[in-house]
Nanobody
Framework: VQLVESGGGSVQAGGSLRLSCEVS????????IGWFRQAPGKEREGVAAIMILGATTYYADSVKGRFTISRDNGKNTLYLQMNSLKPEDTARYFC??????????????????WGQGTQVTVS
C-alpha cells in the first residue's frame, strides 16, 4: 500500500487549502482511512477519517464545521478540504490507512500504513 499526499502550502488565516492523498495497493481488508497532523513538539493527532464501508465520517472537535473529508473511489484519492484556517492548524498533515477494526479512528497506533506528509502553514 502506498499513500502520497499533496496540496499543502502556506496560507493566511481564514484561507483554504485542499489536501489530496492518492492511495495505491489498497486491499479488501481496509477498514478506515484518515488524516492526521503533527505540529513540532506535539503528538500526532487525528483530524478526520472516513470508513471504507458505509462512508461514515469522523472529525476532531477542533476542525468540525471547517474541514471536510471525502474520497473519490474512481481515482483512489482521499481529500481534506480545509476552510477558515487558523494558525493553530499549522502542522504536517499525514494520510493514513488501517486494515483492522480494532482501535478508534483517532488513534494513530491503529493505523498501519502512512504517507510521507505534506506541510500546512497558516499565518
Amino acid at each position: 500500500v502506498q499513500l502520497v499526499e499533496s496540496g499543502g502550502g502556506s496560507v493566511q488565516a481564514g484561507g483554504s487549502l485542499r489536501l489530496s492523498c492518492e492511495v495505491s495497493g489498497i486491499t479488501e481488508g481496509t477498514n478506515c482511512i484518515g488524516w492526521f497532523r503533527q505540529a513540532p513538539g506535539k503528538e500526532r493527532e487525528g483530524v478526520a477519517a472516513i470508513m471504507i464501508l458505509g462512508a461514515t465520517t469522523y472529525y476532531a472537535d477542533s476542525v468540525k464545521g471547517r474541514f471536510t473529508i471525502s474520497r473519490d473511489n474512481g481515482k483512489n484519492t482521499l481529500y481534506l478540504q480545509m476552510n477558515s484556517l487558523k494558525p493553530e492548524d499549522t502542522a504536517r498533515y499525514f494520510c493514513a490507512l488501517k486494515t483492522t477494526s480494532s482501535g478508534t479512528w483517532f488513534d494513530a497506533r491503529a493505523y498501519n500504513f502512512w504517507g510521507q506528509g505534506t506541510q500546512v502553514t497558516v499565518s
